[in-house]
């Protein structure tokens, strides 16, 4: 086995390792030491492919979400970038329906979260839900980055604004409201993009 070969292999292991974590506890954290242990590298060789933790984590997202959506609309790239990221929100909304069927899921939340007293297992499994929603979106900004319609930087602010967002629309999916309302939310929806797409550095 050549260099090459030898230091591919481990970049997959490394892979592999960090996504076989997170499909084990959603809510992992990918810490060199473990991932470099779960990988049976040594954490010089994990740094080497992925000199941070960002690094790697951005590298396990793709790996986990080319698979799981091999045809999501982020790499369209036939299309701007904005109106992709808007068709990717939208497919966040969807599952939730409207009317009726929001109005269930909205209870379903209220029933599991809301109701319960805090106790650390509601708000651990709260978390994991919540997390895996924010890596998706994470993702999504990632891939704009790599293209350059974003700054390659962390994007924490940015998908905390669009997971209040898309939160807020999911409400209103289950109250009583006019017949223009999916008009008004894709307007949302752009107006939102558009101040992720358009907003200053930090």
Not at 75 to 85: G, Q, T, V
Request: glycine share 4%; with cysteine.
């Amino acid at each position: 086995m050549t260099r090459d070969d030898s230091s591919t292999g481990s970049r997959e292991r490394v892979l592999a390792a960090a996504a076989a974590m997170l499909a084990e506890d959603v809510t992992a954290r990918l810490s060199v030491r473990a991932v470099a242990a779960r990988a049976g590298v040594s954490t010089g060789s994990l740094r080497f492919h992925f000199p941070t933790q960002r690094a790697l984590q951005d590298a396990v997202l793709a790996r986990i979400y080319g698979q799981m959506f091999p045809d999501d609309p982020i790499h369209d790239r036939s299309l701007p970038a904005r109106d992709r990221l808007v068709t990717c929100l939208r497919h966040v909304l969807a599952p939730a329906g409207v009317g009726k069927q929001a109005r269930e899921a909205w209870g379903h939340v209220h029933q599991s979260f809301i109701a319960p007293e805090p106790t650390e297992e509601v708000r651990a499994a709260y978390l994991a839900l919540e997390r895996e929603g924010w890596r998706r979106i994470e993702y999504w900004l990632t891939v704009l980055a790599e293209e350059g319609a974003l700054p390659r930087e962390d994007h924490a602010r940015r998908v905390r604004f669009l997971l209040t967002v898309l939160n807020g629309l999911s409400i209103e999916r289950a109250l009583p409201a006019e017949d223009s309302i999916l008009k008004s939310e894709t307007d949302t929806l752009y107006t939102a993009v558009d101040c992720v797409l358009n907003a200053p550095t930090a």
